[in-house]
């Protein structure tokens, strides 16, 4: 096993086991339940120097749940009030998972946290959240175009890669297919950041799961920008049996990309970063270049 310190550049924590659970809808294989308990002992267990908590909320579906309760009777005043007031009551809770997930990494040395923001905040509150967010210690954003049902290059964001870039806040945004659902419209393509990157050149961005059958086009983007990372998470995980790709093909995509270009990072709960480590530590690659992907290419890129 390594003999150095990793950081697990991508996995999610919650504050209670039961939503840790619900979260994963029965396909987590870790047998976690995601809870900051279980990760400091992980951490401890397998020499996880840093662990990016990459905290979300499902907005969306949170309102699409709270908008199919209301009455169907509600004159179009109350009802525009009442959408406004589920909008608003979304908007609350996400901001509460935030503050959670700054709070948990103030007390537990180690843990990095990054922030959830939504489209269907407007421009100034979302700008806010974030300098706010930062003065109680959040590190970068995090953005789920699939689950937000959002195309990176929604001007409703714009705000937010605005202070991203003007603060050297890195943005981690799942990319490429969903495993939990289909998405016809292909929200997370990378493609779609592309705009992004032209107007905000400084941005760090890291597609997650090494933007999972979008490989071609996000080596495009990345031979044009050079602060776009992927990150190993769910794609060359250990955890699941069989493998989803084989150790010939795990080294073609890293090698392709560019082993300095890749982030170790294991979707903790869905996948377990010890056994996650473990497989790609047994890749045919170099120490050097294992030695990048598990430590200092997110040290750098995400300046940790
Ligand atoms: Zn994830």
Known sequence: MLDYPIIDAHLHTYPRPEIGWQAQSGIGSSGHAGTIEELVALMREGN????????????????????????PDLSPVRRAEAEEQIRLDAIARLQRRNAWTCAVARENPGLVPYIGLDPSMDGATMAQEVNDRVKEGARGIKLHPTIQRHFPNDDHLYPAYDRAQELGLPI????????LAG???????????VAVLRQFPGLTLVLAHMARGFLDEAVEIMQAYPNVYLDTSGTMSGTISPN????EEAVAMIRRVGCHRVLFGSDWPWFHPIIDARRIDGLPLSAEEKRLIFYENAQRALGL
């Not at 990459?54 to 209301?70: C, E, G, H, I, Y």
């Not at 998405?183 to 950041?193: L, T």
């Not at 989803?244 to 150790?247: A, I």
């Open 244 to 247: 989803t790709v084989s150790d």
């Open 48 to 71: 996880i120097a840093k662990a990016v908590m990459l905290n979300m909320t499902p907005v969306f579906d949170m309102r699409q749940v709270a908008l199919s309760k209301l009455p």
């Open 183 to 193: 998405d016809p419209e292909q929200h997370a393509r990378p493609a779609n950041f």
């Open 172 to 179: 981690i945004s799942h990319s490429g297919a969903f495993a």
